[in-house]
């Protein structure tokens, strides 16, 4: 895919900091360190434009990407940051809760959680107020598939399902945001 302007448009906590043109909004979701800065990256074919680290919580606001004026990626900070203060968690839950509630422009949630782990209580919670609460269509990324022998991803990716979706009514693939692409 090739996509000419891909900029930083809004930064957001409350609601009326969002984006008011209406435009679909895709939306990554998961907890921190998860990849979700890297999945926009390995997207949208850019190196640098959402921040990652290898530290978790580098995202701490909403971040509307604007894509040629079609769509935004929104790239949410990641709950479930064990050095982040009680405090600061509960206000991040608070903004993200907020912006699941009032965005109407949700076109797909993606959900992400890690290849090589079970889902976390955090995960959970997430995942089950996203299915209980949402009305956007939702799928779930295992990522960092790189980081486990390729022979191990289909099972792997069915035993998290099989934890969190056992109605499998949901779409769960492998992601790599290092090598694009499972
Ligand atoms: P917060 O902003 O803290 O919520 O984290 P995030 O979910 O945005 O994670 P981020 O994209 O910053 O990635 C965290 C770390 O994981 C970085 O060091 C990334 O390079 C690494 N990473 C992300 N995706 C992958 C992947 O698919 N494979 C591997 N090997 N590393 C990855
Ligand atoms: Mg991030």
Known sequence: MKFDKVELANVAIRTTQYP????PEFLM??????????FINSMLNRKKLARTSSEPG????????NVDDNFYFVDLPGYGYSKMSKQEQAKVGSFIEEYLVNSKNIALIIFLIDIRHDPTENDRLMYNYIVNNSNSPC?????KADKIA??????????????LNPLKDLLFLPYSSERKIY
């Open 139 to 143: 799928i779930i990324l295992a990522n």
């Open 58 to 65: 580098k995202t701490r606001l909403i971040n509307f990407y």
């Open 20 to 23: 008011t043109d209406n435009k």
């Open 150 to 163: 390729v022979t191990k991803v289909d099972a792997q990716v069915a035993n998290l399902q099989n934890q």
């Open 29 to 38: 979701l998961g907890r921190s360190n998860v990849g979700k800065s890297s």
